[in-house]
């Protein structure tokens, strides 16, 4: 039995598409789990009429807690199949894709299988389809070395995963995108990680995806690229990895810091604060790993003092 996990709020627009691609899976035998986020919208009313018909999808609403990560903590206690696999409310799969999931799990043992990705971008754009590592769907990796392709996205992190594995490591609730971090630290826990066919199609033509707005919940995703750094430490990952990694994640930390200074004024004065410490909290992670020559960072690295003042003499 294989579980399906959505998180949804307000996805009304492309949520029959999605929840129909599941219905047409070749493989039978999976449970849908969705968790609405207290939604404005007609998306719990449609949920309810999908489930009347299949009762294979359960439908669960939830008080508003802003981001998958509360809906990841919200159904943990309910997914009862050995393995899960997580979707966005605006994502497809092919038809075939989780029996290539299921097959190539049975072929491998694997802790997890990674189908291939294609980017949709829709209006006439052509899409892209990633498969396995560099196009080779054969590899057989172990978690670490998953781990580190993941960090850059040589693999993507959309995988049919063993549920034992997600619920003895939930998704922190430290960020709007803590499940970027629990992605990768699900594949150090995993003996192997294999690849199949079969495509989960990746939508990119939604203007409403928390990943396509800017708003003071993104600024959170700074301290979840210093968990992940953090974790890679741990791991043992090679340091080349990490500095590159901890590279371009700080100059995502430097335009947060440049933005919470810019719009403070219209943030209540809680929330500003936490930014500001959550942002902290992040640079004494990334400092430690900068290597890029650009004035700017070369300086603000040096210590959390010249950061901020850096900043604040930038902007």
């Not at 990768?184 to 396509?212: K, L, M």
């Amino acid at each position: 039995m294989i579980n399906i996990f959505i998180p949804t709020y307000n996805g009304e627009p492309f949520l029959s598409e999605t929840l129909d691609s599941i219905l047409s899976q070749s493989y039978r035998s999976w449970e849908l789990y969705c968790v609405d986020d207290s939604s404005s919208d007609s998306t719990f009313s449609l949920l309810q009429s999908y489930a009347a018909k299949d009762s294979r999808i359960k439908v669960f609403q939830k008080p508003n807690g802003g981001d998958a990560s509360h809906s990841w903590q919200y159904i943990l206690p309910h997914l009862t199949g050995e393995f899960t696999l997580y979707m966005s409310q605006d994502d497809l799969l092919k038809p075939d894709t989780l029996e290539h999931l299921v097959s190539r799990q049975q072929e491998t043992d694997a802790d997890a299988v990674i189908p291939s990705l294609t980017w949709y971008y829709g209006d006439g754009q052509p899409s892209k389809t990633d498969q396995g590592v560099h196009g080779d769907l054969s590899p057989l990796l172990s978690g670490k070395e998953a781990f580190e392709l993941m960090m850059d996205y040589s693999i993507p992190g959309f995988a049919l995963w063993r549920t034992n594995i997600i619920k003895s490591n939930p998704v922190p609730l430290t960020a709007f995108n803590s499940d970027e971090y629990s992605q990768r630290d699900w594949c150090s826990h995993c003996r192997h990680v294999a690849f199949s066919g079969g495509e989960y199609i990746y939508r990119q033509n939604n203007p409403n995806a928390i990943t396509h707005r800017f708003n003071n919940r993104r600024l959170e995703a700074s301290i979840t690229d210093a968990m992940v750094i953090q974790r890679a430490v741990e791991l043992g990952i090679s340091e080349t990895t990490i500095v590159h990694y901890a590279n371009e994640r700080y100059k995502d930390l430097w335009f947060h810091a440049m933005w919470l200074l810019q719009y403070r004024k219209e943030l209540p004065y809680p929330r500003r604060q936490y930014l500001r410490e959550l942002l902290s909290r992040a640079f004494q992670t990334l400092h430690n790993y900068v290597t890029l020559n650009q004035r700017k960072y070369r300086w603000s690295a040096h210590n959390l003092f010249l950061f901020w003042s850096v900043i604040r003499l930038k902007w």
